[in-house]
């Protein structure tokens, strides 16, 4: 199983799902040159935003702590531990901030 990002109105394959572990993250370069941050939560569900963090502007919020508030699934980031919700982007520090979200799948690699 590959995780894939639509991007462009393509998808692009990402990584192997099991290259990736529960609650960490990791950085996808895209092809205009932006970052995603990808994740898989212990039930093996995907989740992609922006890796920019938009109050430092340091792309590390692939590299931030994982976890849950009322049932939905946050990255807090490394640096100064603001949450963004992994489902809308949406910080929930600072309603008027939010990272841009991907749509994700997994997907049966083609035979080649």
Known sequence: MTIELEVNGGWLTVCELSELTPG??????????????VFVDRGGRPYAIGNRDPFTGAQVL????VGAVTGRPFVASPLLKQRFDLESGRCLDDEEVAVRTYPVRTAVPSPA
């Open 62 to 65: 692939a590299r931030g702590l």
């Open 24 to 37: 960490r993250g990791v950085a996808a370069l895209l092809p205009d040159g932006s970052q995603a941050a």
